[in-house]
């Protein structure tokens, strides 16, 4: 058989909003932690246009033109991974603080 176990009524005490303090600043401190980790890696930022001064290859407008496009999609794919890192952030933030609130609800009724 299984035990039913008793709900406990919720009481906000002092010890009660020292541990949401503390989980708060460890979700708050992790975001900012992996934040800084990620774009302080420098992904595709090699610069390929000083490899195509071998022998005057890049004053070809063929070359100048795929270049520029180059840089182009290099920009909008990083400007896309930031972009996709911020939702991801507000997502995650959002569902952490839809469980408390739920948890919180959960443990008036």
Do not use: C
């Not at 407008?61 to 991801?88: C, G, H, M, R, W």
């Amino acid at each position: 058989m299984s035990l039913k176990s008793k709900k406990k009524e919720f009481h906000f005490s002092l010890g009660v909003l020292f541990r949401w303090l503390i989980f708060a600043a460890i979700i708050y401190f992790s975001i900012n932690y992996l934040s800084k980790n990620y774009s302080s890696k420098s992904y595709l930022s090699t610069d390929y246009s000083t490899n195509l001064n071998i022998a005057g290859v890049n004053t070809e407008p063929l070359v100048q033109n795929a270049t520029n496009v180059f840089e182009k999609y290099k920009s909008q794919a990083l400007t896309f991974i930031n972009n996709q890192l911020t939702d991801l952030k507000k997502q995650i933030v959002t569902k952490v603080y839809e469980d408390i609130i739920r948890s919180i609800e959960g443990d008036k009724r």
